[in-house]
Every structure is written in C-alpha cells, then in structure tokens.
C-alpha cells in the first residue's frame, strides 16, 4: 500500500497557557446559541453508548433539535452496557494522594506519551463532575460502610479512583444515560431511530450535513439532513474477528466519514487486555473479558518449570512464579495492561503456559480468600465469577482461573483537535470513535470516563461554538443524491456476487491473519505479510461472498458482509500504519524495538507524534504528522518496577 506524506498538523486548537486553565479559557472563548436559535439548529447523533447516548441526552436538554441513531433495538444494547469494572475520576475520596494532577499524569505515562496533554488534563478535571452528574442520576455505585462512595484500583495507578457498580459499571451507567435521552425523547427534543445503520456521511460545501441510513428491518435507505453531525459509533477491535467486544462492533461509520475525507489517526494502537478467558476452540465466535478489577485481589502465577502438568493445587508456592509481581514490585499485578499481556505472552511463549496448548496463566484469589474471606470476595466479583464458571465450567473460588490477553479497544478513531471536531467541518467524533486521549496504551476504567467526559460535558460546549454560526442553510441535493447512490451501488454489488464463501468466514480469515501478523507482536516481516495478503483476500471477497436474502428486509448477512468489506480496507491502514511507526510504544509492540529486558522502546526523536491518515478523493493515502510537545510530564523510558 503506498502513501505519501502530507503537511504537518500545528493548530489543534487548544488554547495556550497554563494547563489547567486551558479548558476553562476554551469554555469562555466559545460562542454561545441564544435558546431561541437552539431550537433552529439540527445536529445529528450517531450512536447511543455512553458517549453518544450522554451527548443526544445533553444536547436536547439544551434545546437542540436531535436526532440519535443506533442500530440495535433500543439504545440500552449499546456496547457500553458490557463495561464491567468501573470509571476513573480524581476524587481523592480516599485520601490516597489522588488528584486531577496525577490522573492526568498517570494517563499520559500510561498512554506511554503518545496523547496531548491539553486533552488529557481536561478528561482530568471533567472526571469528578462525572461521578457528580452520575449519582444525581441514580446510578448505584458501590459504597462503604460511612456511605461515601466505594473505589478500587486499576493498572497503571498507585492510588484508589475506580468507582464501579459491582462488574456491571457500564450498564449502571448507560441506565442513567438512557434515563436521561428517554426524558428528552418524551420532551420532544431527540428523535430516536433505532435500527437504523448509518452507511455514508453527506457533505455539502465542505462540511458534513447529513447521513444516508438503512432501515434495518424494511431495508428502505433514507437521508436525514442536520447542521452537524456527531459520531459516537464505538471502536474496531472486532477487524481481529474474535474480540471482547459485542459482536456488532465495526468502523462502518467512521470509515465511510474517513473516505469522505475525515483523517484517521494511529489506527495501528489496539489494546490487548491480558484478563480473558482462553480461546477454546476453532470455531469460537467470541472473546469473554474477565473484569481487570479482579487484579485488586487475584495474583498471577504460572508455574516455575516448563510443561508441569500438574494440577494448580497440586504446584507448591516456591514452584510457583508470581512473574508480575517478580518482574514488577511497585505496581505488580497492577502493571498496566500492555505490559500484563505481553509478560503473559513471554512467559507463555517459554512453555510454561497452562491449559489446553498453553495459552493461559492463573489468576488465583485463594490467597485473597483466605484473608478476606469467600463471602467479602463474592460481593465484590459475584457475577464475574459466575460467568467464569458458566463458560468454563470451572469454579474459581476451588481452582484458579485461567486467563489469556485478547483484543479488548482501540486507541486509534478519527483524528479530532481539541474541540473534538475531525477535519471536516461540522462532524464531531466523541467516545471510543475518536482517537483522543489515550495515547498507545489506555489505562482500565478511562474509556467510560472518556466517553461520558466528551458526551455530557465537552462536546456539548464546543459544538456551540460550531453552531453559532448555523443555520448552514440548505444542503446541496446534488451531494446528497451523490451519497445515496454510493450507498444502493455498493448493496446491489454485495448482492449480485453470489459466490459461495458467507462473510464470516472471510471476516474470521482476516482477523485470524491480523492476530498473527498485526497482533501482541509485530514485526516488519509479519506486517509486509499481511499488507500482500489483505489486498489478495479482499478480492476474493469481492469475488466470492454469498449474501443470501433480498436488502429490501431485515437481512444480517448483508449487514454483516458490509461491514467485513470495511474492515478490510481499515486492516490496510492499520498494517501500514504499524509498519511505518518503527518504534514500540504501548500496545504497539515491534519485537526490532525492545530494551534489554524486553519492554517497548520508544524512538522519541522521530515518533513522538499522531499519524493522522488522510484518504483524498482520489483514493490517495497521505501521511499527516501533528508533534506532540510535552511541557507538564517529562517523557521517560515508562518503568513501573
Ligand atoms: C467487555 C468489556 C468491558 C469493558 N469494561 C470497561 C470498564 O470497566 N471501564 C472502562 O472505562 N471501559 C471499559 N470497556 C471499554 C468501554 O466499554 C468502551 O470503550 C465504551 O463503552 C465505548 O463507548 P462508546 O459510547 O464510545 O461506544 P459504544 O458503547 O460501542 O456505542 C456505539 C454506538 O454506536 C452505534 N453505531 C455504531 N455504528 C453505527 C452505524 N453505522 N449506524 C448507526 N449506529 C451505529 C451502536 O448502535 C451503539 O449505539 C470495556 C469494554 C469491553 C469490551
């Protein structure tokens, strides 16, 4: 794949200054929409998890007219809902040391300083009003004996600020977002459409104005027009096919505003999450997450010695390796998570891997047990130990659990500046979506603050700042037909090819060759490999995939061969991007970039910045750069031992 390189991106639009005055200046130099302009002014939602769903609740609340799009039955199905461990802010409820400062700096050393500061500061600060708007919603947090409200670590911190609802924190949540677009829904302000698949952004005189959907249960194709539009569709972590995500995830929709022109940064950055249930089988479908808050009282081990097949009972301690806890003893089984799922891979990769082809480490809690007792360790992990045992069959309050990494986020999305607009005017991209904040690497329970940071409290701000410039006017129909068209044209073609192979299985054929080539470890070999081979079976795709059914009903096939040919084009990017970015950093890991004890070696002089990659109208890759200064947090070779 080749691709040229671009100009350098300098303005993202953060203000100068002191950082923690940045935001504050932004709020006050944006401009404001009088109510009764609101009420003229139109904006687009797609997507309703808890970035999107927050965001179509706040604008309505507002006074914009809304319209909010999923492809689910109800907005409460959103991905989200299978957040389980929790949601970072800087409370400080504990009197452990925390603060805005050091949440910040514990995001942007986690990211293994590849975010912006000026982003990451703010979802710092926005981070306690979260928690403030999210228990004046009902949200049942946990809570201590005195009533304040409960908290527990997560990897890459040294303090306590994860505040969760049991492992069901994204559904709690999601609950209070839905509570709160359902008011503005019965108020009049927010127009929901439930499946309803949005399949192409329109732009009109450079800026977007609308999207092209279909109805998923008719088939019928509809355009609805706006004065900008919002992209909160989630992330991409299922191009590897078996994934923690829910098997709906996929970058339709930020891929098709990518080939509208919107530039698509550091797709190559995928979280690994080491704490998943083992693959099991060559026919498996799915990848189960077990919550990283488990890591608050479970220790990993494996055993000692090579291929000792003995029970885990049966292994006494000093024939047991607590490796993170060796490798790393300030954060032990704290580390963050690419540095636990690569220590797993290693220790797996020199045979000492158990379970069924040695794939797997234990995550015991017998000793948590013993301390605290069965009764404390089933209130805090009930439900996730019981779902450990429905799927394995195994009781882990008896036997340790057996866990491996899989593919669990995506850093990369659409690239936005600080007001979290993409490149091209009037599309906003909030959430897991965009590429902001994270960096290379996220740190556990800073997705849900992310995502609810830029619904309730960010976007809506500077949105306004867009919109007081509105009405646009109206949208020229020549671009808007020119998106339908696109959008018949590419159904009727994945009709007519009437092959013989369904879309699955070219989608489990990709993600398993991304897995090896694009995966845990890349190598420039490996991703050579994958950038001849993707283009080979993209064709026979093109070739060969059965769509059965007609697109004039609810057809999953055909939604689902749709969206397999996106991934395809985003699995070249992402293989391109992961070969030019030579260094290791986060959960990009090139096995020709590592220090001598094996940890990921950063190439500062010549990484330290955001590829932004730009598709042009004609088809062309173009490489941007925007440099990522750090004035606040020293850039160090990470160490968390
Ligand atoms: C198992 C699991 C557990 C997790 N636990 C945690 C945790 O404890 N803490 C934490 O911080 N993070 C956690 N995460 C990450 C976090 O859940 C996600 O990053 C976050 O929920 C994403 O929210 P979102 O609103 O950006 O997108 P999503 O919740 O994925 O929502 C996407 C929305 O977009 C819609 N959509 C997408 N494409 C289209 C389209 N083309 N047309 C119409 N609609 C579309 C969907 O219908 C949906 O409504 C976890 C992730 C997983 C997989």
Known sequence: MKYTEGSEIRDTKAPAGPIEERWEKRKFSA?????????????????????????????????????????????????????QGGINA???????????????????????????????????????????????????????????????????????????????????????????????????????????????????????RGVIVRDMVTGEIERHLADAVVLATGGYGNVFFLSTNAKGCNTTAIWRAHERGAYFANPCYTQIHPTCIPVSGEYQSKLTLMSESLRNDGRVWVPLRKDD??????????????????????????????????????????????????????????????????????????????????????????????????????MGGLWVDYDLQSTIPGLFVIGEANFSDHGANRLGASALMQGLADGYFVLPTTIGDYLANGPYGEVDEEAVAEAEIKVRTRIDRLMSVNGTRTPDSFHRELGKLMWDYCGMERTEESLRKALERI??????????????????????????????????????????????????????????????????LRDDEHFAHVSAWERTPSGETVLHKEPLEYEYVKMTQRSYK
């Open 535 to 600: 283009p080979e079976l993209r064709e026979e795709f093109w070739k060969n995939v059965k769509v059965s059914g007609t697109a004039e009903e609810l057809n999953q096939v055909l939604e689902k061969a749709g969206r397999v040919a996106d991934f395809f084009d985003l699995a070249e990017l992402m293989c391109l991007d992961a070969l030019v970015r030579t260094e290791s950093c986060g959960g990009h890991f090139r096995a020709e970039s590592q220090d001598p004890d094996g940890e990921a």
């Open 309 to 410: 097949d003995r029970a885990p009972g049966d292994i006494p301690e000093e024939e047991r390796d607590y490796y993170l806890e060796r490798i790393y003893p300030a954060f032990g089984n704290l580390v963050p998570r690419d540095i636990a799922s690569r220590a797993a891979k290693n220790v797996c990769d020199e045979g000492r891997g158990v379970g069924s082809g040695g794939l797997g480490v234990y995550l015991d809690f017998r000793d948590a047990i013993g301390r605290l007792g069965r009764d404390a360790v089933e209130k805090k992990y009930g439900n996730l130990f019981e779902m450990y045992e429905r799927i394995t069959g195994e009781n882990p309050y008896d036997v340790p659990m057996r866990i491996y990494p899989a593919v669990h986020y995506t």
């Open 90 to 208: 800087a409370k400080n409820y504990r009197g452990d040391g925390d603060s805005i400062y050091r949440l910040f700096y514990d995001t942007v050393k986690g990211g293994d300083f590849r975010a912006r500061e000026s982003n990451v500061y703010r979802l710092a600060q926005v981070s306690v009003n979260i928690i403030d708007q999210a228990v004046a919603q009902g949200v049942p947090f946990a809570r201590e004996y005195g009533g304040l409200l409960d908290t527990r670590s997560f990897g890459g911190a040294q303090v306590s600020r994860t505040f969760y609802a049991r492992g069901q924190t994204g559904q709690q949540l999601l609950l209070g977002a839905y509570q709160a677009l359902e008011r503005q829904i019965a108020a009049g302000t927010v127009e929901m459409h439930t499946r309803h698949e949005m399949l192409d952004l329109i732009v009109s005189d450079g800026r977007a």
């Open 31 to 83: 401009k404001l929409v009088n109510p009764a302009n609101k009420r003229k002014l139109n904006v687009i939602v797609v997507g309703t998890g808890l970035a999107g769903g927050s965001a179509a609740a706040t604008l309505g609340e507002l006074g914009y007219n809304v319209k909010s799009f999923c492809y689910q039955d109800t907005p409460r199905r959103a991905h989200s809902i299978a957040a």
